[in-house]
């Protein structure tokens, strides 16, 4: 059964999409620890970070880093944090968190956006590419 990103990335589900290669996709964390809250997968469903060639790996941190310095631009923030949890969706993501402090990486409060507010926050970080 394809995973939730699956589904966003074969277009059977709508994201706030941030950056799109042939094997890369960016979208905003819907349910986001910090605004700006973003998730880099790769387009193959693959479980596990460690599961995937040496190349996709590369591509998919080389990506993320792309993205993460657009998303600094954009948000204000002390730096960007990264994480690669993995439990929630069988699906490699890496977390692009804006970091102000050290709380917004624990994945236990989180803040609600408008339909609004995402989209334009989506637009903002894709003008930083």
Same mark, same amino acid.
């Given at each position: 059964m394809a995973s939730i990103f699956t589904k966003i990335v074969n277009g059977e589900i709508p994201a706030y999409k941030i950056a799109e290669d042939e094997n %890369?996709?960016? %979208?905003?964390?819907?349910?986001?620890?910090?605004?700006?809250?973003?998730?880099?997968?790769? $387009?193959?469903?693959?479980d596990k970070i460690f599961d995937m060639d040496?190349?996709?790996?590369?591509?998919?941190? $080389? %990506?993320s880093k792309k993205v993460a310095i657009a998303l600094e631009k954009t948000v204000p923030c002390k730096r960007v944090g990264v994480a690669v949890v993995g439990l929630e969706v069988p699906h490699v993501h890496v977390h692009l968190i804006p970091l102000n402090h050290m709380d917004e990486m624990r994945f236990i409060d989180k803040v609600s956006l408008t339909k609004e507010e995402f989209e334009a926050l989506a637009k903002s970080i894709t003008e930083n590419l």
């Amino acid at each position: 059964m394809a995973s939730i990103f699956t589904k966003i990335v074969n277009g059977e589900i709508p994201a706030y999409k941030i950056a799109e290669d042939e094997n %890369f996709l960016a %979208f905003l964390d819907v349910n986001p620890n910090a605004k700006g809250h973003t998730l880099c997968i790769p $387009k193959q469903e693959i479980d596990k970070i460690f599961d995937m060639d040496d190349e996709l790996y590369l591509g998919l941190m $080389k %990506f993320s880093k792309k993205v993460a310095i657009a998303l600094e631009k954009t948000v204000p923030c002390k730096r960007v944090g990264v994480a690669v949890v993995g439990l929630e969706v069988p699906h490699v993501h890496v977390h692009l968190i804006p970091l102000n402090h050290m709380d917004e990486m624990r994945f236990i409060d989180k803040v609600s956006l408008t339909k609004e507010e995402f989209e334009a926050l989506a637009k903002s970080i894709t003008e930083n590419l």
